[in-house]
């Protein structure tokens, strides 16, 4: 369905920020190749959801380098960074619960050409049809977190930045999560996942970063998974 | 899953939306015949500040701010529309027109300003930015200080309803406040609408998802500038006066109040908090100061036992949205 070519669509380098006088992110480097599943592990507080934010430049200060598609976007504001085609899904979810389930559906601008429809949504998540009208804060945390992934589907977006959208929820809705993120992949979405159950992403990531005091130490394909099982359980502490 | 009742979305909508017309028809109907039970000056008197209190609560309602200083919107532009009816001539509907424009540029230049802030330093901004509004009446010679412009005549509106006969004149401030609150409950259940709740609620989230919500907000202030000036104009047309009492801090107050009391954030809520304050004010005036004293102890009733209002406790208990 979409382009899947080669070359860092999203592209980290030297990456600091800074929760008011504390520093949170220490020169993070890294980069997303278009269609790429890439996950980023590391334990609390290692500045995984620190590490999106900055990205998406809501964080109180940031420095280096953020380039998606080759443009720089330190300097930019986060709504601006926003139309440029990266959608965040954080990890509070953060619906709208003035709104009921459509009007969240169909609040996030349309940024980029190629955004899923209703009608492709709610094939994805199928839960969110039935509840069209209610609202935001009568649904339950899967179907939240649903709403929250649909929601950014529609505006076109080619990367999304997704926090930990395992959280809290039941085996049974996180294997559907899955199985959409995977689907998400299939159609030529870009993702960038921030996880701490590890054997859910293992199921899903091409590659992973792993970061610890707000940098990244190590990183390595899928497929080198087996032979860094032993030192990644030393840095999960799992 | 929560196994909560679902109906479908079409059918919720659309009945929300019936109970609201329906709402809306009792209002203007009860409005309409109120003048046979009720003396009309001070009916269009509360009207006015019904509108006044509606713009308002668009900002605060909706948008969450809490402005300190909607007397300036008010307050100038029934300083604009007396003066221009008065001294330049011209027609109520033109004064009127003027008017509302002079307060949403007010709103622009105070909004940009105030809108950078938020909550008790945006209630400060806007409060400060009002009381320069208030001395610069006091002094500014068109306003005659201490008199006001008094003597304001009232003119036929398009040339046709002489605004001097007194039901006429009704009719049209009525109309008015109900073209004033379709358009209101338009722009709440408008996609912009939505995207001020968003705002209200998350204004982070907002933005990231790529709304730029300062704008928003700087366009929602005008437009309760705006609201709460027609209000003003229409107000100075009803009374022929325009008085430093319109621009004191004290009117910014009671928009706080009459919202408070008849219930945030819902569509009919701010004109029966106008009608009970502006009522009180009226019927209890034999008491003197005691009305600010009563006022005062509704208001602490209303906070500590019904804190959504008085529509807000009717819908509640009925699961309406009014």
Known sequence: MRDVAQGPLLDLSGLEAWYGESHILHGVDMNVRRGEVVCLLGRNGAGKSTTLRSIMGIVGKRKGSVKFEGVETISMASDRIARLGLAFCPEERAIFSSLDVKENLLLPPQVKPGGLSLDQIFELFPNLKERLSSQGTKLSGGEQQMLAIGRILRTGAQLLLLDEPTEGLAPVIIQQIGVTIRKLKEQGFTILLVEQNFRFAATLADRYYVMEHGKIIDSFANSELEANMEKLHDYLGV | ?322
């Not at chain 2, 109520?92 to 105070?110: C, D, F, K, S």
Request: contains cysteine; positive net charge; aromatic residues 12%.
């Open chain 2, 1 to 322: 899953m929560a196994a909560v009742a679902h109906s479908p979305s079409a059918a919720r909508d659309a009945s929300h939306r019936r109970d609201e017309m329906i709402a809306f028809a009792i209002m203007a109907i009860l409005l309409a015949i109120a003048p046979l039970f009720a003396y009309p000056v001070f009916l269009m008197q509360a009207i006015c500040f019904a509108l006044y209190a509606c713009a308002f609560n668009l900002l605060l309602g909706y948008v969450g701010l809490l402005s300190f200083g909607h007397a300036m919107f008010m307050g100038s532009a029934s300083y604009f529309s007396a003066h221009i009816a008065k001294v330049w001539g011209w027609p109520p509907e033109l004064a009127i027109i003027a008017a509302t424009l002079g307060a949403a540029a007010i709103g622009v230049v105070t909004g940009a300003l105030s809108i950078r802030r938020q909550g008790i330093y945006f209630a400060m901004v806007t409060l400060a930015l009002s009381q320069m509004i208030y001395f610069f009446c006091l002094q500014a010679p068109f306003t005659h200080g201490e008199d006001g412009i008094q003597g304001v005549p009232q003119g036929r509106m398009f040339g046709l309803f002489d605004l001097s006969h007194q039901m006429t004149l009704y009719f049209v401030v009525l109309g008015i406040f109900l073209l004033a609150f379709l358009f209101i409950h338009r722009i709440i259940n408008s996609p912009f609408g939505d995207v001020l709740k968003a705002i209200r609620e998350n204004e982070p989230r907002a933005i990231s998802l790529g709304y730029k919500a300062d704008q928003y907000k700087l366009a929602a202030f005008v437009l309760s500038a705006a609201l709460a000036g027609l209000a003003g104009a229409t107000k100075a047309l009803v009374s022929q006066n325009a008085s430093l009492t319109d621009v004191h801090w004290s009117m910014s107050g009671e928009a706080v109040l009459m919202v408070l009391v008849g219930g945030l954030g819902t569509i009919f809520g701010p004109v029966v908090g106008a009608f009970v304050i502006i009522a009180m004010q009226n019927y209890l005036a034999s008491y003197g100061q005691l009305v600010t004293i009563m006022q005062g102890l509704i208001f602490v009733v209303c906070v500590l036992v019904f804190r959504r209002g008085i529509v807000g406790e009717i819908a509640h208990r009925f699961n309406k949205s009014l």
